[in-house]
Structures are given as C-alpha cells and as structure tokens.
C-alpha cells in the first residue's frame, strides 16, 4: 500500500515563531487531507488539498503532487496551536469509489508560551 | 450544524464482553468508516460502507463487525474485546468521489474504549 512520512516528529517552539511541517507519499493521490488532533482526540480537518495552495488565516498548505510531497505552514504560532498534525491520502491507483485514508505518524508540535 | 456525532463518547468493557459503538451523520453522505487509532499512533482504517455495500480491509480482524441499517447510521461491533483492542475509535463519512478525486472526510469525535 502507500506510504506516508511525515517530518519532523517533534517540533517544539516558541510562541510566535513560524513551522513548516513536511508529509512525503510513495505514491499518486486522489485526496490529501491534513489534521489537527486536540487533546480530547477529535481530527480537526485543516485541509483537503490533493493539489495546489490553499490558505486558512494563519495556516497555509502546499501539495505539488507530481513530486509526491505537501506542505503545512503554521504562522506566528499559538499555545491553542500545540497538538499532534496528521497528513493522510488515498491512493489514486487503490481503485473504487471511495477509499479510507492512509495516515502519516503525525507530528507532534508543542508550543510554548 | 450537519455533523458526525458518536457515542458513547467513552465505553468501558470487560474482557471478553461483547461491545457495540454507535455513529450517526446528518451530512446525508453515502460513505461512512470505522478507524482504530491506539495510543500515540496514527488511524487506521477497519473498514468501511459505501451506501450499503461492505468493504473490509485485509487485515481487519474478524473480531470487528459493521452494521449500516440506513445511511444515517452506522455500527461497530466489538464480538470478543481482548486488552489489545483498547483504542479510540473514530467514524467518518464522506461523499462519493468526486470525479477522480475522492471527497473530504469528515471525523466525529470518537468512542474511547477502555477493557478491563
């Protein structure tokens, strides 16, 4: 099946500063989707971005998807910000209408005040 | 707010007890997924509905059923919980591919599960 990495596993800031998180996938997309998931486990969908930018107040994403990667940015970080991101996908060529998400192993972003 | 809504939003078990977790949507979406995600681990899917057809991943273990009575709701039965199926487990739904991409996935909050 596909794979997903994501990097950096863990990323610990100051409040204010700007991150970039990173997810690499070993093969084509036909859905990208990155998460915010708060201490009480709820996925928060930030983005669907199986191509292109798109942005969302502080937040901006990137996928080039002929070089199989997509960006995160988070600007001028929060303390609400803290959490673990998850990028997951579906694999262009698994076939079928529809299909679960593949998920990265996240990254674990902690922000301090 | 259409939504995705599970319950309980905590369940607790005795080993060997079966387990039933309940998800409903009033997004009137046609695809609805059942994850399993343990602790400091990424989702993974068990399987999931499109409309009312079955689609099981491979390695899902037969201990883990589905039901889908309507398209509102869908249900995760635990048959047997072992120690090892204690997670937090996540229901999704989305719409039906959209060209040749699939839709947006929409998680609710999930079901922790704790056995005893």
């Known amino acids: 099946g596909i794979q997903v990495e994501q990097s950096p596993p863990d990323l610990i800031l100051q409040e204010g500063a700007n991150s970039t998180l990173r997810c690499n996938f070993s093969d084509s997309v036909n859905n990208l989707q990155w998460f915010h998931q708060n201490p009480w486990g709820q996925l928060i969908n930030l983005f669907y971005?199986?191509?292109g930018t798109k942005q969302n107040g502080r937040l901006s994403a990137t996928t080039v998807a002929t070089e199989r990667y997509s960006l995160l940015y988070i600007s001028s970080s929060q303390t609400t910000d803290s959490g673990v991101y998850f990028c997951a996908v579906t694999n262009l060529y698994s076939g079928g209408g529809a299909d679960g998400l593949t998920f990265g192993k996240g990254t674990h972003l902690i922000i301090q005040p | 707010d259409a939504m995705v809504i599970q319950n309980p939003r905590y369940q607790v078990t005795q080993f060997g007890k079966p387990v039933t977790l309940s998800c409903s949507q009033t997004l009137n979406h046609n695809v609805m997924y059942w994850y399993q995600q343990k602790s400091s681990q990424a989702p993974k899917l068990l399987f999931h509905?499109?409309?009312?057809?079955?689609?099981n991943e491979a390695d899902t273990p037969d201990n883990f059923q589905s039901r889908r009575p309507n398209t509102s709701f869908c249900f995760l039965d635990i048959r047997s919980p072992g120690l090892g199926d204690a997670a937090m487990y996540l229901c999704?739904?989305?719409?039906?591919?959209?060209?040749?991409?699939?839709?947006?996935?929409?998680f609710g909050p999930g079901t922790r599960l704790t056995v005893l």
């Open positions: 509905y499109y409309d009312k057809d079955f689609n």
């Open positions: 971005i199986p191509s």
């Open positions: 999704a739904t989305s719409r039906d591919r959209q060209g040749d991409y699939t839709d947006t996935q929409y």
